[in-house]
């Protein structure tokens, strides 16, 4: 299932903001995905991420004018990237199940005004690239 897919990519995103990388840990973060298709979905989606972060970062600077990004919650942070990575690497994903899932990623391990904030991010973003 391509929702715990991206719920594992988060996981190991979040570790990333306050660890040094650590490649192993991705691997066992993936042991419970269960296809080799939701393990190669959540691959692509990380290398997406991490290759994509300076200019995520930099979007995410444009598109919270009124935050500075440094104050965004990390939880939040990690799901805007997922969803803006998904949103321009994965165009076989209709938009609003990109944004929903980014969405239901923050309401679990955000606060409860975090689904606001990361849909009209992303809603946004969508509305620039694709």
Known sequence: MRS???EKVFEY???RLFNQSDEGLFAVLKKDLKSDDDKEFA???LN???SGETRYY???KTLSANFKPERIFAA???AIFIGMAELDGFSETPTAVVID???KLAAKYSTENSTDFVNGILA???KNRR
């Open 48 to 50: 997406a991420v991490i």
């Open 4 to 6: 715990l897919a991206r």
């Open 101 to 103: 899932e980014a969405v």
């Open 13 to 15: 995103i979040f570790s």
């Open 58 to 60: 930099d979007a995410l």
């Open 76 to 78: 939040d942070k990690c």
């Open 124 to 126: 946004e973003y969508a």
């Open 43 to 45: 691959d692509k989606l």
